[in-house]
């Protein structure tokens, strides 16, 4: 947040962009009996943009979405999201049961089933319970608030430790534009086009061609530039609602940084509730030949398990730093490398310096003792050279305790 | 090895084949005072294949390898390898050291310093002890011996805990021809063209360019199809000796069934070594459009840590297996997925079938239960199509222990 003067945070996630509204309650889909059925609504007027999993085995909600947004340019006002189940490898019936709940949803709203999005997460290969799903579709319909922003980010939750949510704001000419966010997932993250499922509220609108296309900008440099476990998901899904008074061109570069910032601060949320993980890696690299090359070479440090194991051991490990950099796929000299473990400069030149172990371990550990939200990043700096791409990326480290929730309990 | 009928295995390991000597000693390298120096001399008229690390950042040695081999068009007769410190990292001494210890075996052995290649592997950034290593060149020749191979298999390690050699001989045509190898790595371990320190000898001769190819397919289908975690080292190094009276050309293709079968055992035997591992996974995939296809989705699904754990829990868990597939970047339909778990079918046509899930954990259990080199391999076998392309990878399950060993301690 410290990047911009003009964005503030602000309180109501979602619905905190005016004319959004949001629910969430316990539909009975989840064994834990806790909330799992959402619902956001955008005024009329909204278009949407979407980013899909690329992965080719899809749930079939993620099909559905991809094509009524491409059916309808974008003109879509409603998602309804269930948690429990990720309705993947389901057959025949997959499709069936989201079909039937977005013609539900849309019938309750006096809406076209065309302008009604669906999202599923959970349990992969288990049907959605349609029998206690429908009858929630009503209760969940008059749940709906323009305050609602936090009932919907508890209930599209699955294995997350916290909900994640975001609202920024800034004055722009004459206006106040306001952005949400809300965004789950905490394992099976390495997304590629997307997250596991995140959302963006904005209460000014933008023509849909230049919104998806700055959407895909805000989303590389965010929900695509994490990782928690190097697994890209089913179901990953972000879908961006823009409505409201349009901006004129000249101010589309400010609001592009603010969806930015809503973007990154829903994906370094997710990276810091990566299951087992006691602290956020942040990984910038810079003098890169490119924006595309940096990310790679972050990317990849963040996701290296000798790197993850290193920082849950405090170990400030140069060696294993570079080694992940090195296999990137990305051409550098190694001459080149610098390299900085938050204010501990380790390496110049390609070769190590003599640095103060201790303290390079104590600055690891105070940040990766597992305290939540507070300031728990460890920031590893790479420089390999003199070009002006630079990049950054996110993870978290790996414990025992990734193991465990992994080995003990089927997902 | 049930492959073929015309290989069998036999002992003697790198050092099988007629005319090859080999020897390890202790050098004092290693804080552990274990052996740390090896020497392995292939007899006159050898040809000698690499294939190398792609990693950006590669040990010096490295460089030396490919250089002299490119050089001489494979006309090397010697590799010299340290364990303990792999000389990467260390700026322009770890030239200069690999330079000078090649001269040393090379006066000592009566060669020219163009026909001795190094290896080195252990630490990153902490030079060879020069000092040490220097005295122990003579001892190191002086031990040379034609059934050296153990001592020789033994020198290489770092963290492994078994030994890894194979010898195989066959009778082709008039002769007997036999091959052997010998391999290190545990951590680190996601080789791309070559793995940790692999070497292979062979007592038939084979003209430079087709040899090379020869091992270059081998290697594709065992070093590249194994995966620890991910992480590709700074030192990957095969190096394949051919040295004998020539095959003729209509027996070339028993050779590399043979040469293969070497490099596969060694691979797997890497990846069963795996840190933290209990078992070894093999993944076999068919039915897609190319081997190439085949090898990529297998090393994926070898390659998820939502999988290692998984089987690491003896959890059946097939929705991680196809989440793993369908994000190999390769396209198939998932409506033709097939998967089998060793001899318990849990999908059909895209679907879950019903299945014993308490006999499938039975399955991984007992072979994920820690036992060494016996009947350990998790067995998972998914079907994607109707394509001839098959391709079969390696890997190990993710363990608590990999993590406390990589937590606790700096490689």
């Given at each position: 947040m410290t990047q911009s003067s003009i964005w503030s945070p602000?309180?109501?996630?979602?619905?905190?962009?005016t004319g959004f509204q949001a629910s969430g309650i316990i539909a009975g889909l989840k064994p834990s009996g806790k909330p799992d059925l959402s619902l956001l609504v955008a005024p009329e007027g909204a278009v949407c943009a979407g980013t899909f999993t690329t992965s080719m085995v899809r749930a079939a909600c993620v099909d559905l979405c991809a094509d009524r947004l491409i059916d309808s340019d974008g003109r879509v006002r409603v998602v309804v999201t269930n948690s429990g189940q990720a309705n993947a490898c389901t057959g025949d019936r997959g499709l069936v049961d989201s079909l039937g709940i977005t013609q539900a949803v849309a019938d309750c709203l006096g809406l076209s089933q065309e302008q009604v999005l669906i999202c599923s997460t959970g349990v992969i290969g288990v049907p959605i319970s349609i029998k206690n799903l429908l009858p929630a579709v009503a209760p969940l319909v008059a749940a709906l608030k323009a305050n609602g922003g936090d009932e919907a980010a508890n209930a599209i939750l699955t294995t997350d430790l916290v909900t994640?949510?975001?609202?920024?704001?800034?004055?722009?000419?004459?206006?106040c534009v306001r952005i949400g966010g809300m965004a789950k997932g905490s394992g099976m993250i390495h997304p590629d086009m997307a997250t596991m499922l995140g959302y963006m509220t904005c209460d000014a609108s933008v023509p849909f061609d230049l919104w998806q296309a700055m959407v895909r900008r805000a989303v590389d440099r965010s929900f695509n530039a994490i990782t928690v476990d190097g697994d890209t998901s089913t179901n990953d899904t972000f879908l961006a609602f823009a409505a409201g008074d349009p901006l004129p061109p000249d101010q589309l570069e400010v609001l592009e940084e603010g969806v930015t910032l809503v973007a990154q601060a829903l994906a370094r949320s997710i990276a810091r509730d990566g299951e087992g993980a006691t602290c956020l890696i942040e990984v910038q690299v810079e003098g890169a030949n490119s924006e595309r090359d940096a990310l790679r070479i972050s990317r990849t440090v963040c996701g290296s398990s000798l790197v993850k194991t290193a920082v849950h051991g405090r170990d400030p490990n140069w060696g294993r730093i570079v080694a992940a950099a090195g296999r990137a796929g990305v051409a550098f000299s190694p001459d080149a490398l610098a390299l900085w473990i938050g204010p501990h400069q380790l390496m110049a030149a390609g070769e190590p310096l003599p640095f103060d172990r201790a303290a390079a371990s104590t600055y690891i550990s105070e940040r990766a003792c597992g305290r939540y939200l507070l300031d728990d990043t460890v920031e590893i700096r790479l420089s390999i050279g003199d070009g002006a791409g630079h990049g950054t990326a996110w993870g978290c480290d790996l414990s025992d305790q990734y193991v465990r929730i992994n080995a003990d309990y089927t997902t």
């Amino acid at each position: 947040m410290t990047q911009s003067s003009i964005w503030s945070p602000i309180s109501g996630g979602i619905t905190a962009p005016t004319g959004f509204q949001a629910s969430g309650i316990i539909a009975g889909l989840k064994p834990s009996g806790k909330p799992d059925l959402s619902l956001l609504v955008a005024p009329e007027g909204a278009v949407c943009a979407g980013t899909f999993t690329t992965s080719m085995v899809r749930a079939a909600c993620v099909d559905l979405c991809a094509d009524r947004l491409i059916d309808s340019d974008g003109r879509v006002r409603v998602v309804v999201t269930n948690s429990g189940q990720a309705n993947a490898c389901t057959g025949d019936r997959g499709l069936v049961d989201s079909l039937g709940i977005t013609q539900a949803v849309a019938d309750c709203l006096g809406l076209s089933q065309e302008q009604v999005l669906i999202c599923s997460t959970g349990v992969i290969g288990v049907p959605i319970s349609i029998k206690n799903l429908l009858p929630a579709v009503a209760p969940l319909v008059a749940a709906l608030k323009a305050n609602g922003g936090d009932e919907a980010a508890n209930a599209i939750l699955t294995t997350d430790l916290v909900t994640k949510q975001i609202a920024l704001e800034a004055q722009i000419g004459e206006r106040c534009v306001r952005i949400g966010g809300m965004a789950k997932g905490s394992g099976m993250i390495h997304p590629d086009m997307a997250t596991m499922l995140g959302y963006m509220t904005c209460d000014a609108s933008v023509p849909f061609d230049l919104w998806q296309a700055m959407v895909r900008r805000a989303v590389d440099r965010s929900f695509n530039a994490i990782t928690v476990d190097g697994d890209t998901s089913t179901n990953d899904t972000f879908l961006a609602f823009a409505a409201g008074d349009p901006l004129p061109p000249d101010q589309l570069e400010v609001l592009e940084e603010g969806v930015t910032l809503v973007a990154q601060a829903l994906a370094r949320s997710i990276a810091r509730d990566g299951e087992g993980a006691t602290c956020l890696i942040e990984v910038q690299v810079e003098g890169a030949n490119s924006e595309r090359d940096a990310l790679r070479i972050s990317r990849t440090v963040c996701g290296s398990s000798l790197v993850k194991t290193a920082v849950h051991g405090r170990d400030p490990n140069w060696g294993r730093i570079v080694a992940a950099a090195g296999r990137a796929g990305v051409a550098f000299s190694p001459d080149a490398l610098a390299l900085w473990i938050g204010p501990h400069q380790l390496m110049a030149a390609g070769e190590p310096l003599p640095f103060d172990r201790a303290a390079a371990s104590t600055y690891i550990s105070e940040r990766a003792c597992g305290r939540y939200l507070l300031d728990d990043t460890v920031e590893i700096r790479l420089s390999i050279g003199d070009g002006a791409g630079h990049g950054t990326a996110w993870g978290c480290d790996l414990s025992d305790q990734y193991v465990r929730i992994n080995a003990d309990y089927t997902t």
